[in-house]
């Protein structure tokens, strides 16, 4: 037996004892609990004895089994299960799942090289996130347990023999690293000579026609991250089916919307307040030989002068960054979806369309919805909803893992 093998062996001899109420998490189906519900038990005992990343077996108040959950010695989140059952070697059960994640996108996702491989929880592999820009895959890795060297070496080497990409590129988050107690590391190449590359989505046939699809430039070692927004590629080509006439894409990025919007539209605006994302924009516009007017600014600013000079849109994409970081933030974050939206519709043409989206998870589905019908309300606007809509399916969302559910895309047609 190899000195590896044995120093995981020991590891998964350590237990914790869950507190009723840990157990009614677990019961719940959701793979977290706290660390006020989790005491560790027998002979390391003592937190500190606990090694990072440590598989450890879960137990319920009375003895009970009920699985093998990963541990963190610093998060709140002090367990995250994954497996109902025992895990014998950890590495081999992430090499599964990937391999099963993989599979799930070649039933699912199409016309596009570029999507989400991995999601953490919503694939039962908490804390690893692997995005496929075509030939070349970016991996995140964020917890401890998938941070040990032989988990890496088994999700490099799965990614490897199931995907064959030129490259494999580590994107750190030294926040998330320092928070979860782990050496700082830099981003870079785990595999292969490249790290940049063109991605297309949504090509293939779209709304009856051949299309090429949308080409986007990526580069995994830019400071900035590039790329499109892969959990929004299902909302673009959506969007592109119903937009018409005048458009505005309003906190744009790197063109997601605006270069899907572009071969419908008569002309398409982008705002955002980032000079590299529009410079990226603009290269993405060229890529694509397409012309869009980019402006830099702040999109509340712009929206309340537009508004003010009676400028009118026939199309208009809101898709702002997450206004509550956190549940406090609530309040405030409600107000700013619903000025926007209210200045929005204020904008738009009879039969505009209006597609509006939050990606903070703290709002809900029901409290969006019901920010944008205020908005409505204030407006004096009628609208439709015609479709209600999520991330796309290559970020699966876990029905009894709220946490899953964070994006939502309302597309609505200003009615009178
Ligand atoms: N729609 C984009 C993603 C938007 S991400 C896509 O599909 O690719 C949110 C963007 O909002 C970021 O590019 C950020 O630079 C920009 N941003 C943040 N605050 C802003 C503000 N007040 N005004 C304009 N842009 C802003």
């Given at each position: 037996?190899?000195?590896?093998?044995?120093?995981?062996?020991?590891?998964?001899?350590?237990?914790?004892?869950?507190?009723?109420?840990?157990?009614?998490?677990?019961?719940?189906?959701?793979?977290?609990?706290?660390?006020?519900?989790?005491?560790?038990?027998?002979?390391?005992?003592?937190?500190?004895?606990?090694?990072?990343?440590?598989?450890?077996?879960?137990?319920?108040?009375?003895?009970?089994?009920?699985?093998?959950?990963?541990?963190?010695?610093?998060?709140?989140?002090?367990?995250?299960?994954?497996?109902?059952?025992?895990?014998?070697?950890?590495?081999?059960?992430?090499?599964?799942?990937?391999?099963?994640?993989?599979?799930?996108?070649?039933?699912?996702?199409?016309?596009?090289?570029?999507?989400?491989?991995?999601?953490?929880?919503?694939?039962?592999?908490?804390?690893?996130?692997?995005?496929?820009?075509?030939?070349?895959?970016?991996?995140?890795?964020?917890?401890?347990?998938?941070?040990?060297?032989?988990?890496?070496?088994?999700?490099?080497?799965?990614?490897?023999?199931?995907?064959?990409?030129?490259?494999?590129?580590?994107?750190?988050?030294?926040?998330?690293?320092?928070?979860?107690?782990?050496?700082?590391?830099?981003?870079g190449l785990l595999q292969?000579?490249?790290?940049?590359?063109?991605?297309?989505?949504?090509?293939?046939?779209?709304?009856?026609?051949?299309?090429?699809?949308?080409?986007?430039?990526?580069?995994?070692?830019?400071?900035?991250?590039?790329?499109?927004?892969?959990?929004?590629?299902?909302?673009?080509?959506?969007?592109?089916?119903?937009?018409?006439?005048?458009?505005?894409?309003?906190?744009?990025?790197?063109?997601?919307?605006?270069?899907?919007?572009?071969?419908?539209?008569?002309?398409?605006?982008?705002?955002?307040?980032?000079?590299?994302a529009l410079e990226m924009?603009?290269?993405?516009?060229?890529?694509?030989?397409?012309?869009?007017?980019?402006?830099?600014?702040?999109?509340?600013?712009?929206?309340?002068?537009?508004?003010?000079?009676?400028?009118?849109?026939?199309?208009?994409?809101?898709?702002?960054?997450?206004?509550?970081?956190?549940?406090?933030?609530?309040?405030?974050?409600?107000?700013?979806?619903?000025?926007?939206?209210?200045?929005?519709?204020?904008?738009?043409?009879?039969?505009?369309?209006?597609?509006?989206?939050?990606?903070?998870?703290?709002?809900?589905?029901?409290?969006?919805?019901?920010?944008?019908?205020?908005?409505?309300?204030?407006?004096?606007?009628?609208?439709?909803?015609?479709?209600?809509?999520?991330?796309?399916?290559?970020?699966?969302?876990?029905?009894?893992?709220?946490?899953?559910?964070?994006l939502k895309c309302l597309?609505?047609?200003?009615?009178?």
């Open positions: 037996m190899s000195k590896k093998r044995a120093v995981s062996a020991k590891h998964a001899e350590l237990s914790v004892k869950l507190s009723s109420r840990g157990v009614a998490r677990l019961q719940g189906r959701h793979p977290w609990v706290y660390r006020s519900d989790v005491d560790l038990v027998g002979a390391n005992a003592e937190a500190s004895d606990v090694p990072h990343g440590s598989v450890v077996r879960v137990f319920d108040p009375r003895g009970k089994f009920l699985g093998t959950a990963l541990y963190s010695s610093s998060s709140q989140i002090a367990i995250r299960m994954i497996s109902h059952g025992s895990v014998a070697d950890l590495p081999a059960l992430v090499a599964e799942r990937i391999r099963a994640a993989i599979a799930y996108r070649k039933e699912l996702v199409s016309n596009t090289d570029a999507y989400r491989i991995v999601f953490s929880e919503a694939d039962f592999l908490p804390g690893l996130i692997v995005d496929r820009y075509n030939d070349v895959l970016c991996l995140q890795i964020l917890t401890q347990a998938m941070d040990s060297a032989p988990v890496r070496a088994a999700i490099v080497q799965t990614l490897r023999e199931e995907l064959q990409p030129e490259g494999i590129v580590e994107r750190v988050d030294p926040r998330i690293r320092e928070l979860e107690q782990l050496p700082p590391r830099p981003s292969g000579e490249k790290s940049s590359t063109v991605i297309s989505m949504n090509g293939g046939r779209m709304n009856g026609d051949e299309t090429n699809g949308v080409r986007f430039h990526y580069d995994g070692l830019e400071g900035q991250k590039t790329g499109a927004f892969l959990d929004q590629r299902e909302n673009y080509a959506a969007t592109a089916q119903y937009a018409h006439g005048e458009a505005l894409d309003a906190f744009c990025y790197q063109g997601g919307f605006a270069l899907h919007l572009v071969a419908k539209c008569s002309s398409v605006t982008g705002v955002d307040s980032s000079r590299p924009a603009e290269n993405n516009a060229t890529l694509n030989a397409r012309e869009i007017e980019w402006i830099e600014g702040n999109a509340f600013d712009l929206l309340r002068e537009y508004a003010a000079a009676n400028r009118r849109y026939d199309t208009i994409v809101l898709d702002p960054p997450a206004f509550a970081k956190t549940k406090r933030d609530l309040e405030k974050a409600l107000g700013g979806y619903k000025e926007l939206n209210l200045r929005a519709m204020k904008m738009l043409r009879p039969g505009g369309l209006l597609v509006t989206c939050s990606c903070s998870f703290h709002v809900s589905g029901a409290d969006f919805l019901e920010v944008v019908a205020d908005a409505a309300r204030d407006a004096h606007k009628s609208l439709r909803v015609v479709e209600n809509r999520g991330a796309a399916k290559d970020h699966p969302m876990l029905l009894n893992v709220p946490e899953t559910n964070y597309i609505l047609i200003v009615s009178n």
